[in-house]
């Protein structure tokens, strides 16, 4: 391969990334976020192959999507995509399922990337105590409940409601509790690609192994930003 060859791949798929636009034209409103470790970080409960994909193709996908939903209104792509979700039914008729999915694609991943990444941390302050009241016969056994009972594809979501109320559900597609006015604390996206090349349809045991890997420190301090 020439290098010139290198060279305009890099340019390409920066384009794509959204971090670079083509001479002339502004960058499109969303982009992926930086993933804030290696693709391997999270070895042996997610395998790299699967981050890399889920992460450069599926995220991206979304994002690209979005973009091209939002391209012919300067008021829209200058919103972010939470404002987008909060106000799903005051949007056109004509891109609202596209905001729906290709938004909730990109809010629910650029959630879940931060969620995860710290092995064996545990909740601790104002969500422990909360986690514990709301379900006190355990809130981990509720957590894989959840996401088990999620059909075909989904997320199984911990959310905050008013005055700090907990809310564990499972949600379809890409929808977002920012869809029922609800702050997204942790998100476990259930959808196959996450784990199919690791786990195949044991969805059980990615679940089990998902929960070693969530920065329970990030989950917390996003709840103390909630509730005060």
């Known amino acids: ?17 959204g971090s670079l636009a083509p001479s002339g034209l502004a960058a499109p409103p969303f982009s992926l976020p930086k ?12 395998d ?7 992460y450069s193709r599926h995220h991206q996908a979304y994002v690209n999507n979005l973009n091209q939903a939002v391209a012919s209104s300067p008021k829209l792509s200058s919103m972010t995509v939470e404002k987008l979700l909060e106000g799903l039914d005051t949007l056109p008729a004509d891109i609202r399922t596209a905001i729906r999915n290709n938004g909730g694609g990109h809010a629910n991943h650029s959630l879940f990337w931060r969620v995860l ?13 909360a986690l514990e009241k709301t379900y006190p016969s355990g809130w981990e056994p509720r957590i894989r409940e959840v996401a088990m009972s999620a ?33 997204p604390l942790l998100g476990i996206d259930v959808w196959e690609h996450a784990y199919y090349l690791k786990y195949q349809n044991r969805r059980a045991e990615y679940l089990a192994a998902i929960l070693q890997v969530i920065d329970w420190d990030f989950v917390s301090a996003r709840y103390e930003e909630v509730v005060g």
Do not use: C
Request: overall charge positive.
């Open 1 to 17: 391969m020439k290098p010139n060859d290198i060279d305009r791949r890099s340019v390409l798929a920066a384009i794509a990334a």
């Open 35 to 46: 993933l804030g470790y290696a693709y391997d970080a999270l070895e042996p409960y997610i």
């Open 48 to 54: 790299a192959r699967t981050m890399e994909i889920h």
């Open 117 to 129: 990444g710290r092995k064996g941390s545990q909740p601790k302050g104002k969500l422990r105590a």
């Open 151 to 183: 059909f075909g594809s989904g997320w199984a979501w911990l959310s905050s409601g008013e005055h700090g109320s907990l809310f564990l559900e499972p949600y379809p597609n890409q929808d977002s509790p920012l869809l029922r006015h609800k702050t």
